[in-house]
């Protein structure tokens, strides 16, 4: 399947591993890759530079295929050494950066200096098209659906994808609620050149994460995640449990004199407990809705080549016979 996101960034099929914290290590990038997708290293949670320079070379020796890295610029008090995680990624070789978070302007000469395409995940048109006025090459949107953070418009993808292809000129990916066949063709109908798949590949046997966690996604529903630090503005679709309905009680009991400290102790450090040790319990985790249609743990490529033939069926089967009739 040919889009204009597979031709940009030499994939053979437009589908999108998101970066995820604790979670887009090599072995899932490379998978992704392999299997015809395009993996996602995520760069912040190599705590260095350097870490993420032998991230990327792990990588490279699973894979022969692109991959990108992701680099979420935060706001901080002591920020990351972003000239340094962008010298590592540039030195080795990756092309493509999926850029969140803050406006990353200030780096993409750098960036661009070095060949590499920018894609920049949005969650509203007004920031989409701010991101290809500054010279992004592609954006993902993120609806309100997705797990992480969707922003403050709450505006989900039946509505979001399409305004964005009313407003774009250059190509985006459909971001939260993609799971499936299904999801993809959606996507394309709804103006997407593609889609990205976060919660997703979590389910999956290369996923470097704890059994307990995989197991968590495959046994919720769709009503299964809620919304936290929304007084704060840092709004997060995380997955529910004790900690996340801690973090809610505090919420209704401080209002609007919540402060982050108040809520550190769920959130701070929460990752590897959960991802690597499996403590399901213990802190708050991003999850999406999706969760509500992943029912197994494939391997990813059992995984993309189901969602590649179950696409080109709707389209050309079901949807084909529509309009036939």
């Known amino acids: 399947m040919k889009t204009r996101i597979t031709e940009l960034f ?6 999108i591993q998101g970066g995820m914290h604790y979670v887009g290590f090599a072995e899932l990038a490379s998978a992704v890759s392999n299997a015809g997708g395009l993996g996602i290293i995520t760069g912040l949670t190599q705590r260095t530079p ?20 992701n680099l979420s610029f935060l706001p901080a008090v002591n920020p990351p050494d972003y000239a340094g995680y962008i010298r590592a990624i540039i030195d080795g070789g990756v092309k493509v950066v999926e850029t969140a978070g803050n406006n990353p302007q200030k780096w993409l000469p750098m960036m661009k200096d070095a060949g590499i395409k920018v894609i920049h995940k949005c969650t509203s048109v007004r920031h989409a098209l701010k991101a290809e006025s500054i010279g992004c090459d592609a954006i993902s949107v993120d609806g309100f659906e997705c797990g992480g953070h969707p922003g403050e418009d709450d505006v989900p993808n039946f509505i979001l994808l399409p305004r964005a292809a009313e407003e774009l000129k250059i190509p985006f990916v459909a971001s939260g609620g993609m799971a499936d ?21 979590m389910a999956t046997v290369e996923a470097p994460i704890h059994d307990n966690v995989k197991q968590a996604i495959v046994q919720a529903s769709e009503l299964d995640t809620r919304i936290v630090m929304r007084p704060l503005r840092n709004t997060e679709r995380v997955f529910a449990n004790a900690a996340t309905e801690e973090v809610l009680r505090k919420e209704r009991e401080l209002g609007s004199r ?30 999406g809705m999706v969760v509500g249609l992943i029912h197994d743990v494939p391997t990813v490529q059992q995984l993309i080549d ?9 389209i050309d089967q079901r949807l084909a016979g529509i309009s036939a009739a």
């Open 181 to 201: 066949g299904r999801s993809l063709v959606a996507a394309l109908a709804l103006g997407a050149d593609g889609m990205n798949m976060g919660t997703r590949f």
């Open 306 to 314: 189901r969602i590649m033939g179950e696409a080109h069926a709707l």
């Open 10 to 15: 030499g994939i053979e099929h437009p589908i």
């Open 50 to 69: 350097e870490l993420l320079a032998n991230e990327i070379a792990r990588c490279r020796e699973m894979t022969s295929k692109p991959f990108g890295v």
């Open 258 to 287: 919540i402060r982050f400290e108040d809520i550190a102790p769920e959130l701070a450090g929460a990752y590897p407990r959960i991802m690597q040790q499996g403590d399901m319990q213990s802190g708050v985790w991003s999850c």
